[in-house]
């Protein structure tokens, strides 16, 4: 049983952050001499600590200068800046690694919205694993090639109306800004057709939050619009009610599938 749930542990580390199996193989090593301290929660919470330090150190050290022989880099970690993560979650699982061209292209379109909308900032979302194109990022279906980034819609706050850097869902995902009536709800489209999976973050985020935000129209439109304008980049997703209510024009901005998962409540951009 020991064994059993020690390969449970590894490919569940693996899944969630690629490297995580890896790093808990090389804490085993160190195990040995710490089973000579009798106590059993000393014993496991040293454990727990070793695993801890490698997984930093190699997360936040050693990765980052790795992934760029594979063709990837690192998206910014720090929550300064004109391009930060939503939640530390994501560079702390390993989640925020692309091709430099979409790195440079993500960077330039936050600066343009610096400079256009003085004080935003552009938080992004999931991106890709450090290494090896084909190794899936659950629950993504294409998020495997160093070429995939998602980005959270930009909001005020409802009760002040001042921009915000926040986000009604916690992980970016799942709280969306649904049709309003007389625009296509390709939602209940998708649903209708029998892939229940188009909806299933919203059944599964919560949505307590969402009266607080309002979802701003003008800023995700131009950062939409910063982004196509960039060569590099071949497609942008989002909804295609988001797309008529914004006016947006360009040829680049498709209707992703009913296969996928709504994108009414983030952007994805994806290289050529």
Not at 53 to 81: D, M, Q, W
Not at 135 to 160: E, M, R, V
Not at 191 to 214: D, E, I, M, R, S
């Amino acid at each position: 049983m020991k064994l059993l749930g020690k390969i449970i542990l590894f490919l569940l580390l693996t899944v969630i952050t690629q490297i995580g199996g890896l790093v808990y193989m090389l804490a085993i090593t160190c195990y040995p001499f710490l089973n000579k301290f009798q106590n059993r929660i000393v014993r496991g919470g040293l454990k727990l600590g070793v695993f801890l330090v490698l997984y930093s150190l190699i997360t936040f050290v050693l990765v980052p200068r790795i992934a760029p022989e594979f063709g990837r880099v690192p998206l910014p970690i720090t929550t300064k800046g004109n391009l930060k993560p939503l939640t530390i979650l994501t560079p702390l699982l390993n989640r925020h690694y692309v091709r430099p061209e979409l790195e440079k292209s993500a960077q330039e379109a936050a600066i343009k919205m610096q400079e256009k909308f003085p004080g935003t900032s552009v938080n992004y979302l999931d991106a890709n694993f450090p290494f090896m194109n084909s190794f899936p990022l659950i629950p993504h279906l294409s998020h495997n090639d160093g070429k995939k980034l998602d980005l959270a819609f930009l909001y005020d706050d409802s009760q002040t109306g001042i921009d915000t850097h926040e986000a009604p869902s916690f992980i970016g995902y799942g709280v969306c800004e649904d049709p309003l009536i007389g625009e296509e709800n390709t939602a209940a489209f998708c649903a209708q057709k029998g892939y229940w999976q188009y909806n299933l973050l919203t059944a599964v985020v919560p949505q307590k939050h969402k009266n607080n935000f309002t979802f701003d129209a003008q800023r995700t439109g131009a950062l939409v619009n910063f982004l196509a304008a960039h060569e590099e980049i071949g497609k942008i997703f989002i909804e295609p009610h988001l797309k008529k209510r914004i006016g947006l024009k360009s040829d680049k901005i498709r209707f992703h599938g009913c296969q996928a998962v709504r994108h009414d409540d983030h952007i994805h951009v994806q290289l050529k």
